[in-house]
């Protein structure tokens, strides 16, 4: 039985990438001087003016915040202090938060622009008076600024109604506070630098970008206003740890663990993290190091491993392991997938095509689990196709045709072919994906085709065709480079 498609790709389907990179902003960082005069007494005099009729000085969030960017070009300070004043407004006016900002004491905000540090200071005299967040821009995007401005603000007003709050619980709500609907590139710097080690905790140090994604899940799923009335109806109150929003949330029908696992899976799933301490080989597979256990309250585990070869790799996760989630790298930059694991489920996830599968294992609402449960690791020699034979072909006026067969499959729900062109101009043009669905097992084998009508006679292209199992999951099966006839 042989499946084919004819396809002819339009151009406005394909997206354009160019191999020039961008910088990678690193992650900030932070200091807090409040109620001290060490800060405030340096920055005053450049603050104190808040003329908005100079282009030094501008007035924005309805006179509650004037920014000073000395030595920015005015449409640059222009720009940032646009992106500040939308995001301030975002954070605070649609939550009804009490601010100690106005007209008259507004807050002030220094934004400096000097390479190789990456500092986010913020201060203030005894009684947050005369606030000051101080910030250099040099290496970051103005949405990303002004998102660690928004985090620095956010201080003060929290601060302001719970002063006697852990610091840790103040930055996570602070950081939740500011967090932008996409990860900034500094994030993703903090997530590298942070999130790479094996044991984890939201309680622990470095773990704010964590703790932040866990609050503002549940703050999407429960509704405008729950941070701020979390906030003024329990840790001001004395519930000053992070527990105050899982509690809440579970109040109003929501799910603490739930939220937990989505901001971890959004977070790991959306980078690529890796540290040499939380690596695994095959032989440390082999020998049960994958420790499904439940970590404890509001930790996880983190480990990862670089398959090798082809075929795959069979986990069972054991009767008493905890919830937890695989995250699939690929290679070519393709996006990464995040494949839910639950006890007593048996998993196969391909090796070709992969460049490292991370694990990530939750803690439940109690403590950690008294003994290890080691996960099951078996090396599968062929999954998800076995006898794979492959050919691509090209004839004058009729594009590009692949051909290929399997003798067997398991798990495969269909196939995903690629296609990439390289430009006379350097550009690296990718078409938007086709798929094509399995064929049901047959005694001789599966045979596929698909046909390239659009290809440009002359033009050089590439064909990644990849296997898609049942869960989702990518195995690379052949890669065709041709010049179209």
Same mark, same amino acid.
């Given at each position: 039985?042989?499946?084919?498609? !004819?396809?002819?790709?339009? !151009?406005? @389907?394909?997206?354009?990438?160019?191999?020039?990179?961008?910088?990678?902003?690193?992650?900030?960082?932070?200091?807090?001087?409040?109620?001290?005069?060490?800060?405030?007494? !340096?920055?005053?005099?450049?603050?104190?003016?808040?003329?908005?009729?100079?282009?030094?000085?501008?007035?924005?969030?309805? &006179?509650?915040?004037?920014?000073?960017?000395?030595?920015?070009?005015?449409?640059?300070?222009?720009?940032?202090? /646009?992106?500040?004043?939308?995001?301030?407004?975002?954070?605070?006016?649609?939550?009804?938060?009490?601010?100690?900002?106005?007209?008259?004491? *507004?807050?002030?905000?220094?934004?400096?622009?000097?390479?190789?540090?990456?500092?986010?200071?913020?201060?203030? =005299?005894?009684?947050?008076?005369?606030?000051?967040?101080?910030?250099? =821009?040099?290496?970051?995007?103005?949405?990303?600024? %002004?998102?660690?401005?928004?985090?620095?603000? %956010?201080?003060?007003? +929290?601060?302001?109604?719970?002063?006697?709050? *852990?610091?840790?619980?103040?930055?996570?709500?602070?950081?939740?506070?500011?967090?932008?609907?996409?990860?900034?590139?500094?994030?993703?710097?903090?997530?590298?630098?942070?999130?790479?080690?094996?044991?984890?905790?939201?309680?622990?140090? &470095?773990?704010?970008?964590?703790?932040?994604?866990?609050?503002?899940?549940?703050?999407?799923?429960?509704?405008?206003?729950? +941070?701020?009335?979390?906030?003024?109806?329990?840790?001001?109150?004395?519930?000053?740890?992070?527990?105050?929003?899982?509690?809440?949330?579970?109040? +109003?029908?929501?799910?603490?663990?739930?939220?937990?696992? #989505?901001?971890? /899976?959004?977070?790991?799933?959306?980078?690529?993290?890796?540290?040499?301490?939380?690596? =695994?080989?095959?032989?440390?597979?082999?020998?049960?190091?994958?420790?499904?256990?439940?970590?404890?309250?509001? $930790?996880?585990?983190?480990?990862?491993?670089?398959? @090798?070869?082809?075929?795959?790799?069979?986990?069972?996760?054991?009767?008493?392991?905890?919830?937890?989630?695989?995250?699939?790298?690929?290679?070519?930059?393709?996006?990464?997938?995040?494949?839910?694991?639950?006890?007593?489920?048996?998993?196969?996830?391909?090796?070709?095509?992969?460049?490292?599968?991370?694990?990530? !294992?939750?803690?439940?609402?109690?403590?950690?689990?008294?003994?290890? $449960?080691?996960?099951?690791?078996?090396?599968?020699?062929?999954?998800?196709?076995?006898?794979?034979?492959?050919?691509?072909?090209?004839?004058?006026?009729?594009?590009?045709?692949?051909?290929?067969?399997?003798?067997?499959? #398991?798990?495969?729900?269909?196939?995903?072919?690629?296609?990439?062109?390289?430009?006379?101009?350097? #550009?690296?043009?990718?078409?938007?994906?086709?798929?094509?669905?399995?064929?049901?097992?047959? #005694?001789?084998?599966?045979?596929?085709?698909?046909?390239?009508?659009?290809?440009?006679?002359?033009?050089?292209?590439?064909?990644?065709?990849?296997?898609?199992?049942?869960?989702?999951?990518?195995?690379?099966?052949?890669?065709?480079?041709?010049?179209?006839?």
């Amino acid at each position: 039985m042989r499946f084919g498609i !004819v396809k002819r790709w339009p !151009v406005w @389907a394909a997206c354009v990438l160019w191999a020039a990179g961008s910088a990678q902003a690193a992650p900030w960082r932070r200091a807090e001087f409040l109620g001290s005069s060490v800060g405030v007494n !340096v920055f005053r005099p450049d603050l104190r003016s808040t003329d908005a009729g100079s282009p030094e000085n501008l007035a924005i969030w309805d &006179g509650r915040a004037v920014v000073r960017a000395p030595g920015l070009d005015p449409a640059d300070a222009a720009a940032f202090a /646009a992106e500040l004043d939308a995001r301030l407004r975002a954070a605070f006016d649609p939550g009804d938060w009490k601010v100690p900002f106005t007209a008259a004491e *507004p807050l002030r905000v220094l934004a400096a622009s000097a390479p190789g540090l990456d500092f986010s200071d913020v201060f203030s =005299l005894a009684g947050d008076r005369d606030g000051v967040v101080a910030l250099n =821009l040099a290496g970051h995007s103005f949405a990303d600024a %002004a998102a660690e401005a928004v985090r620095g603000a %956010a201080v003060f007003v +929290l601060r302001g109604l719970a002063p006697a709050t *852990p610091s840790g619980v103040v930055s996570a709500a602070a950081r939740a506070l500011s967090l932008g609907a996409d990860l900034s590139e500094s994030d993703r710097e903090e997530l590298r630098e942070n999130g790479a080690a094996p044991e984890h905790s939201l309680d622990a140090p &470095g773990s704010e970008l964590f703790a932040a994604e866990w609050i503002r899940e549940m703050a999407a799923a429960a509704g405008p206003g729950f +941070l701020r009335n979390v906030w003024t109806g329990r840790v001001a109150r004395g519930e000053s740890s992070l527990s105050a929003f899982g509690t809440a949330f579970r109040e +109003l029908g929501g799910s603490p663990g739930d939220a937990f696992y #989505r901001s971890l /899976a959004r977070l790991y799933g959306a980078e690529d993290v890796f540290g040499d301490s939380a690596k =695994l080989t095959e032989s440390d597979l082999a020998a049960g190091a994958l420790n499904a256990a439940a970590p404890g309250a509001r $930790a996880w585990r983190f480990f990862a491993a670089s398959p @090798a070869g082809s075929g795959g790799w069979s986990v069972a996760w054991p009767d008493d392991g905890a919830r937890a989630f695989a995250v699939v790298h690929y290679e070519d930059g393709l996006p990464s997938d995040v494949i839910p694991v639950s006890a007593g489920e048996r998993k196969v996830l391909p090796a070709s095509g992969v460049t490292r599968i991370d694990w990530v !294992v939750l803690g439940g609402e109690h403590g950690p689990a008294p003994l290890a $449960a080691p996960a099951a690791v078996v090396h599968e020699a062929e999954f998800p196709v076995a006898g794979l034979s492959a050919e691509a072909r090209t004839a004058a006026g009729e594009g590009v045709a692949l051909s290929w067969t399997t003798a067997s499959h #398991r798990d495969l729900s269909g196939w995903a072919i690629l296609r990439s062109e390289v430009t006379e101009d350097g #550009r690296i043009v990718r078409a938007e994906p086709e798929s094509l669905p399995a064929q049901a097992e047959a #005694r001789d084998g599966a045979s596929y085709d698909f046909v390239d009508t659009s290809a440009v006679a002359g033009h050089y292209y590439r064909y990644d065709v990849w296997a898609v199992t049942a869960d989702g999951v990518l195995s690379r099966a052949f890669r065709a480079t041709l010049r179209a006839r």
